[in-house]
């Protein structure tokens, strides 16, 4: 999953670019934490996978637009690896079960008695069935409510083309069990079947061998023959065509969205096939690119063979790409090797992100590698001002997380691909591709922890070339909060133009002529707003908004740093335009920075409020969530605080969750700039 665009940074980069790399420190000895194996339980699901796990899964399903709702059979091919196990414990979160029913020795279904336990505000309701028989074939009917968190449901207002209703799913990182009844955790793989009916004017796809050429019928069948975690299980029905991009990917949109899509993301088949030759064959057959609503609460997610992505990227520069190299990089980190658990969420998303930045610098260059490293890096020194230290940590102790939804997307993002990125550098290019290569090699279509992945390491790198890195070095990236004094540097060269054209504007109100600014891609904008002091002159945004427009633009990267600085400077005219942006957006990345900055004083709490209410009927239910979080625990002050000076020095406090900006060769005019990679 892609997250956010990482914000203001060191002290040390805020002139513009980090240090080349400095010496290499030797830290102290990092203790570890007591580390679980793939094979031990997920403290974020009831299942027991050590006693019996869920082996092919067949759907049976019907989506009921006019009740919001999916209802049919979840039946389960069983491997009992328990002798003495007599029970078969499923996850499930606000699901009606109507029987449930066990194939016996002779083929025939008979009940079997199941209880529903009280309803966790986190975990759901631990579903157990007793099953007497350890029957090889389970089979539960039900139905989903329709306030499912892993499902969202859009009146046809509410879509691109405004002419039918939209559903699709995100059940990352523990949703899917709201919508299917699952042992949902990404510790225990499994193939699947479904066969779906719907309203005949909605075609419906699937995390699974869509067919290009399918016809709109109301009836599909669908396959996924590679065993997959629980989270990449997905759903989507709407008014969606296909545009081809290359023989094994394309783009799946709306009509209105679909020709400006498969420009956007044009460059896919490049990419693939730069992956490929860095980390082995594609093994998903096809990838294509779903393009969501506006309101699809992240950047990207990762959905094996059908990547579901944000509008928000498609601004006609190809300067957002990045999430599109970002989701494909977890068909190798993520869905191949994936993590066991969401306290190892860092094998995910910190090692796509490093292959992500891999492939952007392969096709897009250095400096956009470079710009972007820079961009998250920031992002993270500004995150690490207030996340706790235990939650800084690559391999999180049990217990830490308590709800998978709110990790630290700094620390499993940027963190871990820093991390990957120190040990490039420490044993040169050449033997780390052949290392990572044969790690997706090894742990292919299996669910592994953080000490499988050190194992592996110490095996194959650290004992293998000795002396480069010791194992004080590697533990302290693993296990210690912050970032180790031996992380490598990046120099991104074309900050320190943005920063000098940002300081002389701030010292003589004298903004950069054209022939600056003019070729400026999205990063380096973004890299502009973010370096500004914390409050402006009311003045000085109005010079900055006459000269770029960057109210009312239609780049979310720029609108999610424009519109916090422009809340908390007092700038009222841009309070139509901030409306209409979080009324039409629910990409959380995007929006929060913003109503986090509103609910600071009385007068903004109550634009929030009022924008929430008519916003809210299009948002996820996961945006919902974190929106309410934040206004119920608002304590603004009594009354609208008063523009500091220019010189006040201060940065942005954004909430992650998404991704970063993109890659490619955007250009800005009047900043139509940029954003941030499920």
């Known amino acids: 999953m892609r997250t956010l665009l990482l914000s203001l940074g060191f002290a040390a980069v805020l002139a513009g670019c980090q240090r080349d790399a400095a010496e290499p420190a030797t830290p102290t000895p990092a203790a570890k934490p007591a580390m679980t194996t793939s094979a031990s339980p997920d403290e974020h699901s009831y299942a027991e996978p050590g006693k019996v796990a869920i082996d092919d ?43 449930v029913e066990g194939e016996g020795k002779d083929g025939a ?16 309701s631990k579903f157990t069935i007793e099953a007497p028989e350890r029957n090889a074939h389970i089979r539960v009917t039900y139905t989903t409510s329709p306030e499912a968190s892993g499902l969202q449901w859009l009146e046809p207002s509410m879509t691109e083309g405004k002419q039918l209703p939209f559903m699709f799913s995100q059940s990352q990182q523990i949703h899917a069990r709201s919508w299917v009844p699952l042992q949902d955790t990404p510790s225990v793989r499994y193939t699947y079947s479904a066969h779906v009916t719907s309203r005949p004017d909605v075609m419906v796809l699937m995390s699974a061998d869509n067919d290009p050429k399918a ?25 969606l065509v296909f545009k081809p991009i290359s023989e094994r990917s394309g783009v799946w949109a709306e009509p209105a969205m679909v020709d400006k899509a498969q420009a956007e993301f044009e460059d896919t088949e490049k990419m693939i096939q730069t992956a490929e030759s860095l980390y082995g064959p594609y093994r998903w057959e096809r990838y294509d690119i779903l393009v969501l609503p506006p309101s699809f609460p992240y950047g990207g997610m990762e959905n094996p063979r059908l990547t579901f992505a944000t509008p928000t990227v498609i601004v006609g520069d190809k300067s957002l790409v990045s999430l599109v190299a970002h989701e494909l990089a977890h068909s190798w980190s993520g869905n191949l090797v994936t993590f066991s658990s969401a306290k190892d969420a860092w094998l995910n998303e910190g090692v796509t992100s490093y292959v992500e930045n891999r492939i952007i610098e392969a096709l897009y260059g250095k400096d956009q590698a470079d710009m972007e490293s820079v961009i998250a890096r920031n992002e993270l020194a500004e995150e690490f001002k207030t996340v706790e230290p235990a939650r800084q940590v690559l391999a999180e102790k049990p217990g830490v997380l308590k709800d998978p939804d709110n990790s630290s997307a700094s620390t499993v993002y940027t963190k871990g691909a820093w991390f990957l990125q120190f040990l490039e550098q420490r044993f040169g290019r050449e033997d780390f591709d052949a290392f990572l290569r044969g790690y997706f090699d090894h742990f292919a279509f299996q669910s592994i922890s953080s000490q499988q992945f050190a194992d592996y390491a ?35 060269r074309k900050f320190g133009v943005v920063d000098s054209a940002r300081l002389a504007w701030l010292g003589s109100g004298e903004l950069p002529p054209p022939a600056i600014t003019g070729d400026w891609s999205t990063q380096e904008w973004v890299h502009f707003i973010e370096g500004m002091p914390e409050t402006l002159k009311v003045e000085q945004l109005a010079q900055l908004d006459e000269a770029y427009h960057f109210t009312g633009t239609p780049n979310g990267e720029i609108a999610q740093r424009w519109y916090p600085l422009a809340v908390r400077s007092g700038y009222t005219a841009a309070n139509e335009a901030i409306a209409a942006f979080l009324e039409k957006i629910g990409r959380r990345k995007l929006i929060m920075p913003t109503y986090s900055a509103l609910v600071q004083t009385q007068d903004g709490l109550a634009l ?45 406090d954004a909430p992650a969750d998404d991704t970063p900006p993109a890659a490619g060769d955007a250009t800005a005019p009047a900043p139509e700039p940029a954003p941030r990679a499920g």
Do not use: C
């Open 57 to 99: 899964l067949a759907l049976d399903l019907k989506i009921d637009f006019d009740t919001r709702t999916i209802a049919g059979t979840a039946t389960y091919t069983l491997d009992w690896k328990d002798k003495d196990a007599k029970q078969l414990v499923l996850d499930t979160r606000d699901l009606s079960i109507d029987k």
């Open 109 to 124: 279904w008979q009940p079997l008695q199941y209880g529903l336990a009280k309803r966790d505000d986190i975990l759901g």
């Open 215 to 239: 016809e709109r019928d109301g009836d599909y069948s669908f396959k996924m023959p590679q065993k997959i975690p629980s989270y990449l299980m997905a759903i989507a029905a709407g008014d």
């Open 458 to 492: 110490k095996k194959n790198l650290l004992d293998k070339y000795p002396n480069k890195v010791t194992q004080a070095e590697f533990d302290a990236w693993l296990y210690e909060p912050g970032v180790p004094p031996t992380a490598p540097q990046v120099l991104a």
């Open 608 to 652: 929030a409020k009022a924008v929430f209410a008519k916003a809210r009927p299009g948002y996820h239910p996961i945006t919902t969530g974190s929106v309410q979080a934040m206004i119920d625990g608002a304590k603004p002050e009594a009354a609208t605080a008063a523009p500091a000076d220019a010189d006040d020095a201060g940065g942005d």
